[in-house]
């Protein structure tokens, strides 16, 4: 199978590093074909901007969402933002591997979502009309394709546990899991997590890289988070959720499916 | 009083733009002082790497929590950091105005946070030890300091709302709220939001602008969110929500008071 892998870290000599170089050889070793988008080594542009656009005249008034529609359409998009959309249209499956920074992404990987993830081709998908809200959560020009986070903390487990002090790693991750990735049409996986890694000592290494290769083993046959689909009964005309689901959940819970609600909807 | 505004659009021309522009006037008018850091006419760099610490050599391993320890406290952080960190003591309230991108705030805002929130600055702050994890969540650098998001969404707000399909606007922004700004000290508002702009007609503004300038009355006397302390005995050793606390909610909701234990507690 295609993986794509989005590493985001400054530093090649890191856990992000070593973890993002035993994805490579492993998923290769097991048959799979691998790419790389390197954010640092490519010196990737972060900042969205009038420059994303062949077409874009200095001085213009810039819309970058109707820009970005028009030259995703067009084939006027910056050459580097089209070669991460093929890359991603080539993929089966897309691991990011990124240490968490002030609860979320690096900047540098923002920005390869803020100006890869173009109108027309991440959002703004299918038709919207009456009811109907487009393609998105779980439907788009990525369905099909599996996502998985691979991010690294430097806190403990404990402060990002269901009730620590941080808040849960799964309400941090809410907004890339099904905001980032869940949204363009992805099924993304439950992360994979290594924390306090600041103070790694050697021998920890061993049982993280066999966790992590468990975890890639499982890249294609894992169950992914059951996030409700857009367009699967479970919202209203208002894209709210429907009374009587997510019963007993709140917060960002009430839009994974409960089993109980599988069991009962066959 | 003091406010800066840290204001991140690639186009003056917008809403975001005349939202900037609204609170540089009004606040002015009032008899605050402000300064303003604007993200893209700045050109600011979004991009967290060695180039950041004057004495990091090219090549150099970087660990950048370390490297950013030690050139906050030497003095030789970049002088755009330094700027950025005379201007956040300088102010007694931080207003921050950008659109709300793939549910985030965009790259290069993402970047100033990356960058500018240095190690000793906004985290690694106070003294770790036994269960004593540091002052952050309430306490820090920044405490005494007021901060409000001013989002926009092209989205609607049904969509954004408690049970709406994004995912509720409280979810969203609780890794930036709690995450980025409670965390290093400040008093966070509730956000001031608007909805749907792509589609907004010129009289919309109108009700828009009204409601900004009523919550820019209120910059200093509102009351914030009560998000708990994490050394207002809250939470246990391990940094966990103590047995008894937050019940009846689940999520983020659980790192917020209760108003009905906020009077048992006097």
Do not use: C
């Not at 062949?54 to 089209?82: C, M, N, V, W």
């Not at 027309?120 to 788009?140: I, N, S």
């Not at 998985?148 to 907004?175: K, Q």
């Not at 919202?235 to 499916?257: E, F």
């Amino acid at each position: 199978m295609n993986v794509l892998i989005v590493y985001a870290h400054p530093e090649p000599r890191s856990l992000n590093g070593a973890l993002k170089d035993l994805a490579v050889s492993h998923l290769t070793a097991r048959g799979h074909s691998v790419r790389v988008s390197d954010l640092y080594a490519m010196d990737w542009k972060a900042t969205a901007d009038g420059g994303d656009f062949l077409h874009h005249q200095a001085g213009e008034k810039l819309t970058y969402r109707l820009a970005s529609k028009g030259a995703f359409a067009d084939g006027s998009q910056s050459p580097d933002i089209a070669a991460e959309q093929e890359k991603l249209l080539w993929a089966q499956a897309v691991l990011f591997q990124f240490p968490l920074w002030w609860f979320s992404m690096p900047a540098i990987l923002k920005g390869w979502v803020d100006r890869v993830f173009a109108a027309g081709f991440a959002y703004g998908v299918g038709v919207h009309e009456g009811e109907r809200w487009g393609d998105r959560y779980g439907e788009g020009t990525l369905a099909g394709r599996r996502a998985m986070l691979s991010v690294t903390m430097g806190g403990r487990a404990p402060h990002y546990s269901e009730r620590g002090v941080n808040g849960a790693v799964d309400d941090l991750l809410f907004p890339i899991q099904h905001g980032v990735l869940f949204y363009p049409g992805m099924e993304v996986l439950p992360p994979f997590t290594a924390y306090q890694v600041d103070r790694l000592k050697a021998e920890e290494w061993h049982p993280i890289a066999e966790a992590f290769k468990a975890r890639l083993d499982g890249l294609f046959t894992d169950a992914p988070i059951a996030f409700r689909r857009q367009n699967g009964g479970h919202y209203d005309g208002q894209q709210v959720l429907k009374p009587g689901l997510g019963q007993g959940a709140s917060g960002t819970r009430i839009h994974v499916h409960a089993p109980d609600e599988l069991a009962s909807r066959g």
